[in-house]
C-alpha cells in the first residue's frame, strides 16, 4: 500500500512540473488559459461552441479536445469557428500535463488571446491534475441532481467557477439549482456560480463576462 | 513510463484475484450480485430505491453503495426497505475488490438472494476494476447526450445490460435512444437495453425480468 502512495505522489509531482513549464509557455504568449470540466454528457461541447460564435470576433480562441475516443468535439469546435486539436486518451480517464503539452505544440500560440482545454468527462479524477491552466471551471447539468457538490467535492472545491447548465429542464427534474449553490459554496466560498442554459441562452452572459475578465 | 505500466498492471492483477475471492463467497452462498455503473446523476439509486420497492416481496436485496463522500445513498435505500452498507472511497473514483470485501462482512450473506452494488458514479475508471459480480449493469441517462457509447466504449463493453433512463425527458433533449442503442450494439452485441424512466415507471419491468433471470 505504500508503494501504491509514493507511486501516485510521484505521477503528481512529476505532473505540477510539466503543467509549470505550461503554464510558463502560455504566460510568455500571453495566452489565458481555461481547464473546463464536467460529467460526461453536462454539455462542456455545446457550451464551447456557444462561447465560440458569441467571443470569437473579440477573442482569438482555441480549443483542446480531450476524450478517451473519437474526434467529434474537435470537428464540432472546428465547425464552430475555432481552432481545434483531439486528445484522445485511449482509456485514461483525465488529461494530464504532458498530454497537453504535446497538443499544444500543434497550436499556434502567438495567434491566441484565450485557449479552452476541455477534459475527459468525468466528475473525479480531472480535478486532481494540473494540466497549465490559469483557472479550473466546471458545469453540473441540472439533471444531474442537486446532491452532486456534497458526493464530489474535490471538483467544487478546485473550480474558480461553476456553471449551472440545462437551466431549461428545471421544470422536469427533482433538481434545485439553489441547494446546488449553497453546497457549493458551503465547499468552495468563494466559487462563482452562473445559471445558464446552453440551449436558451439563458445566463451565457455571465460566462462571457468572466472569460473576458480572466 | 514503464514502472507506471507494470504498477497498473500489478494492482489490476492483485484486484482480480481478490475480486475472485468475493465471486467464490457470493456463490457459496447463492448470492446474486449486480455491479451497478454509470456517471454521476444517471439515476441509480433512485433506481435502486424503485427496484427495491417492486422487488422485495420476491427477492431479499442488499446494496452496497459506493460514494467518494457522504452516507446519503445508503440512508436513501434503508428508507426504501432494504439493507445497505455505504463504502466511502474518500477521493477513489472507483470500487475495487478490497473496499467491497470489507462491506460485505457487514453484510449477512446468507440472508440475501440479490446483492447489488452501486459503484462511484464515473463513466470510465469503475469499468476496469471486477469487484466479484456475476453481471455489470449500467445506466446512461438520456440528458447526457446519444454521443457516449463512441466516446466512453470500455463500459459499454464490459456491461451486460444498459437502462437508458429519463426517457420522460425526451421531448426536452437532442438526444436519441435508438443512436444510442446502435451504438452500444456496434460496440457489443449482445448488451440487453431497456428505455426506462423511474420518474414514471416505464420500462422497469424489463430490468425486473432480468434481474429475476440473474
Not at 470569437?56 to 481552432?83: H, M, N
Not at 452532486?148 to 434545485?176: C, G
Request: charged residues 25%; negative net charge.
Amino acid at each position: 500500500m505504500n508503494v501504491k502512495v509514493t507511486v501516485v505522489r510521484d505521477i503528481l509531482e512529476a505532473n505540477e512540473r510539466l503543467a509549470a513549464e505550461n503554464r510558463a509557455l502560455f504566460d510568455r504568449h500571453e495566452v489565458r488559459v481555461v481547464n473546463l470540466m464536467s460529467a460526461p454528457g453536462a454539455g462542456k461541447t455545446t457550451l464551447l461552441e456557444k462561447t465560440v460564435a458569441a467571443l470569437s470576433g473579440e477573442l482569438r480562441i482555441g480549443v483542446i479536445e480531450g476524450d478517451i475516443q473519437t474526434s467529434l468535439d474537435a470537428e464540432r469546435i472546428e465547425r464552430a469557428g475555432a481552432r481545434a486539436v483531439q486528445i484522445n486518451t485511449d482509456g485514461a480517464c483525465h488529461l494530464d500535463a504532458n498530454m497537453v503539452a504535446a497538443a499544444v505544440s500543434k497550436l499556434e500560440l502567438p495567434a491566441l488571446d484565450l485557449l479552452v482545454i476541455e477534459n475527459v468527462g468525468n466528475l473525479v479524477c480531472p480535478a486532481e491534475f494540473k494540466v497549465g491552466e490559469h483557472a479550473k471551471a466546471m458545469i453540473l447539468s441540472l439533471a444531474e441532481g442537486d446532491d452532486k457538490p456534497l458526493k464530489y467535492p474535490l471538483m467544487f472545491k478546485e473550480s474558480r467557477v461553476l456553471l449551472i447548465n440545462k437551466m431549461d429542464l428545471q421544470p422536469h427534474v427533482n433538481s434545485d439549482p439553489a441547494r446546488i449553490e449553497q453546497a457549493a459554496r458551503q465547499i468552495n466560498p468563494a466559487i462563482e456560480i452562473f445559471r445558464v442554459s446552453c440551449k436558451t441562452g439563458e445566463g451565457l452572459e455571465g460566462w462571457y463576462g468572466w472569460l473576458r475578465a480572466l
